[in-house]
Each structure stands twice: as C-alpha cells, then as structure tokens.
C-alpha cells in the first residue's frame, strides 16, 4: 500500500510532524510542498496525506493552490494534520470542503499543537516547555499513525462554535493582504547578507539587493525568514528585537533547504 504524505513548512513543525507520521505509517514517500511545480504528475498512492501549519487560523495559500494542482487516482483515502499552536479553529473544516470540491473525501483530519513561531505575539517559550509539547505531540502522533494504517473514517477535528466563527472571520478578512504583510520586515545592522532568508523562503519572496534582503509582497507569513535567520538580524516591525527565535529543535536548516529546493525527504 503506497502512502504519499505532502507537507508545507516555515519553521520545521510541520516537516518534523510529517517525518514522524510518515515513519509510523511505513512505505511513505515524504513530498515538499513548498516550492511544488506548477504541473504535478498524477499521485498514485494508495493513501494521501497533508501536514501544514495552521496560517492566522486556515489553510495556508499554497496549500490551497496544491489543491487545485493536484491528480489522484479514483477515491484514495485522504487524511490531514493541522499543526498550530492550541488553536485549529475550523483550519480542517474548511480543508474538507476544498478536498470536496475536488471529488475528494476527507476521511479524518487531526490538530497538532507544538511552540508558536509567531514571533510579533512574543519569543520562543522555554526549552522545557518545548520538549513537553513534543512529547504530548509524539504520542498523538502515534495514535494518527494507528488510524491512517487503519483507514479509519472519523470526524474532524476542530474548535469551539465560537471560535471557529470567529476565527474564521478573522482568516477571511486577512487573506487577501497577506502578501503585503511583509512591509514589516527589515534587516538590522546585524545583517551578514549570507543569503539564508532568501534561500528558505518557500514564495521566493526575499531578493538579496546590494547584500540586504528586500521583500517582494508576495509573502505567506511562514516566518522561515526572521526564525532561520543566523544571526537574529531581521526583524519584524518594532516588537521583534531581542525576542527569542524558534525552529523545531530536530529539525536542521539543511532539512530546510531541502524542503525549499523541492528535494523529496
């Protein structure tokens, strides 16, 4: 039984969840979404899968544009993990009607929490902190893994009513200046120009001009940028400065750069 488990990433969450899932669920080919082509060839698997980070409480643009690239074979069994930092919202509500809309059955779709990336909300939490949400996560995984082996057809899973109006509201309204967002950020005097914000960028949005990195407005808000960065140099807007960075701690900027180069893990 062949097993395809896609996966988008900024700060390796997401690339460690897949991993992790991917080695439970055996004979599982692990494929990049983060810089796909524009043409893909048609999945054959058996079982699809699609680990992605939770962006402002939905599915992340380029998920969304792999959904309306990608061919499968007649009704494989598809099932989902939403990597957040303790609020899915309706993020796999909204992935089961877009997958419907491509003839598609969700057959179950699980949330992940591990340590927020979003820096402007504030810096890395502890190490200890960290290493508990990877451990809750790990035996959660195993569970996901158990069920995709199983072919299990469960329910979503999902927030409260409120939150997920709520929130869902919040994803509609921002969707559309996403790209734009990154007027915020800049390089500070720390700036090597060694490049790496614009190597990781999955939207190749970063252009190294005169040794600086410039952005492009074409952002996704993924992060990779200011939390790769080796030396803490770019900053986002004035509440970044001096707060502590965060990638998944097993996760390496080589694992990145492959993911970003489209290279299969």
Not at 55 to 65: A, L
Not at 212 to 224: D, S
Not at 235 to 240: A, F, I, M, R
Request: net charge positive.
């Amino acid at each position: 039984m062949k097993t395809a488990v896609y996966v988008y990433t900024g700060t390796g969450n997401s690339l460690w969840t897949a991993r992790e899932l991917a080695s439970r669920i055996g004979q599982a080919e692990l494929i990049s979404l983060n810089r796909h082509e524009k043409q893909l060839p048609l999945c054959e698997a058996d079982i699809i899968g699609l680990v992605f980070p939770v962006h402002i409480w939905g599915v992340p643009p380029p998920v969304m544009e792999f959904l309306d690239l990608i061919k499968t074979n007649p009704k494989p069994y598809v099932f989902a993990v939403a990597v957040n930092a303790g609020q899915v919202a309706a993020t796999l509500i909204q992935l089961k009607k877009l997958l419907q809309a491509k003839n598609l059955h969700l057959s179950c779709g699980f949330s992940i929490d591990l340590p927020s990336n979003y820096i402007p909300w504030g810096g890395a939490i502890s190490q200890q902190k960290q290493q508990k949400k990877i451990s809750a996560a790990l035996e959660k995984i195993e569970r996901i893994a158990g069920t995709v082996r199983n072919k299990e057809d469960l329910p979503v899973e999902k927030g409260s009513l409120w939150q997920n109006i709520f929130f869902s509201l919040i994803y509609k309204k921002s969707l559309p200046h996403i790209a734009g967002m990154d007027k915020s950020f800049f390089a500070d005097e720390k700036c090597s120009s060694c490049g790496i914000c614009a190597k990781i960028c999955p939207a190749r949005n970063i252009l190294m001009t005169e040794g600086k990195p410039v952005w492009q407005r074409r952002c996704e808000q993924c992060f990779a940028c200011i939390q790769w960065c080796p030396e803490e140099a770019i900053q986002y807007g004035k509440g970044t400065r001096n707060k502590k960075r965060y990638h998944h701690p097993d996760i390496s900027l080589k694992d990145m750069l492959a993911c970003t180069e489209g290279k299969k893990s």
